[in-house]
């Protein structure tokens, strides 16, 4: 079964720095893109950002803004999401998922395998 399992989530102060890891089982992560998503109470999930299996990446530029940068590493089926100088407003569910292609995506509706999420939280 196609398992996606996030982690790297906490709570901390505006500034600073969170590293979020998806790890992926095996069979899952192959040629597909990879997505990050994230849900703040209360409003719609948000697309974060986007890696393609080569590297080419997509960020949300109005939520990433240069603060953020995703990568992947392929041996380890393991995406990676660094978030740096965070802001209250970034608290939210941060989800990672699969596309179902190798495009570049940024609609939830593209992407057919999620994760259970982990929760960031920044105060000010």
């Known amino acids: 079964q196609v398992q996606l399992v996030e982690s790297g989530g906490g709570a901390l102060q505006a500034g600073g720095s969170l590293r979020l890891s998806c790890a992926a089982s095996v069979g899952t992560f192959g040629l597909n893109a990879m997505g990050w998503f994230r849900q703040a109470p209360g409003k719609e999930r948000e697309f974060v950002a986007a890696?393609?299996?080569?590297?080419?990446?997509?960020y949300n530029i109005d939520s990433a803004k240069g603060r953020f940068t995703v990568s992947r590493d392929n041996a380890k089926n393991t995406v990676y999401l660094q978030m740096n100088s965070l802001k209250p407003e970034d608290t939210a569910v941060y989800y990672c998922?699969?596309?179902?292609?190798?495009?570049?995506?940024?609609?939830?509706?593209?992407?057919?395998?999620w994760g259970q999420g982990t929760q960031v939280t920044v105060s000010s």
């Open positions: 998922a699969r596309a179902y292609s190798s495009t570049l995506t940024s609609r939830s509706s593209d992407y057919d395998y």
């Open positions: 890696i393609r299996w080569t590297g080419g990446v997509a």
